[in-house]
């Protein structure tokens, strides 16, 4: 069954600390994998997509990492700021019936304190 | 350049009402997407439009309908509300793979 598991659900860090957002997939076969920022009562807006043969790619203080061979995807903050307050959805998209079928973690909800 | 708007932001139901969710896109994307968030959940599928005049289920298409009205808009429609479809509804857009999204329709199925 293709699934997105992340990790972890919540996570509070004080304003100015990193942090790592882990998502875990079982999609096959994969073509890309996405990171989404949704702020509270927001839609998602993108951050990065990576392919099967990108490994890392940064967007501003965002880093996402992509290992292919062990299905695992990471999304760094470097010095985190009260806006990065929101939830970090990971989303993979697999071939399925012809076209590419997107499946949504369910997201890691970020907190940072002042 | 609005991208995605949906109406209603919010909105109450008694169980059997009917209604209608709106999105409207000012994009020129093709391609169109219902979806779900629950909570715990991720977001699934509820119907797509991969261009003006076509229309596809996704993963959890029942109890809904949907119209694909015209290139810029592409509604979704609830004929007999019931409590399990509780939920905040979104309205995406796709162009090559990335995904845009409206701001939400949150709704309430007493």
């Known amino acids: 069954k293709n699934q997105v598991e992340q990790s972890p659900q919540s996570l509070i860090i004080l304003e100015g600390k990193n942090c790592t957002l882990q998502?875990?997939?079982?999609?096959?076969?994969?073509?890309?994998l996405r990171w989404y920022k949704q702020d509270t009562g927001r839609g998602p807006v993108s951050l990065t997509i990576m392919t099967f043969s990108e490994n890392t790619k940064s967007n501003g203080r965002y880093t996402a990492t992509l290992d292919a061979d062990t299905k695992q995807s990471s999304l760094h903050i470097t010095a985190s700021q009260l806006s990065d307050s929101a939830s970090y959805i990971c989303?993979?998209?697999?071939?399925?019936?012809?076209?590419?079928?997107?499946?949504f973690g369910a997201g890691t909800r970020l907190a940072v304190h002042p | 350049n609005a991208g995605v708007t949906q109406t209603p932001k919010f909105q109450v139901l008694k169980t059997g009402q009917s209604m209608t969710l709106q999105c409207a896109q000012d994009?020129?994307?093709?391609?169109m997407y219902w979806y779900r968030q629950d909570p715990g959940m991720g977001l699934r599928l509820i119907y797509y439009s991969a261009s003006e005049g076509t229309t596809d289920k996704g993963e959890v298409p029942n109890g809904y309908n949907v119209s694909r009205l015209n290139k810029r808009e592409f509604s979704l429609r609830l004929e007999s509300a019931a409590p399990s479809q509780t939920s905040v509804y979104f309205c995406?857009?796709?162009?090559?793979?990335?995904?845009?999204f409206g701001p939400g329709t949150r709704l309430l199925v007493l």
């Open positions: 998502c875990n997939y079982t999609v096959s076969p994969f073509s890309n």
């Open positions: 989303v993979v998209s697999g071939l399925s019936g012809g076209y590419n079928k997107l499946i």
């Open positions: 994009m020129n994307h093709n391609s």
């Open positions: 995406a857009t796709r162009h090559q793979e990335t995904q845009y």
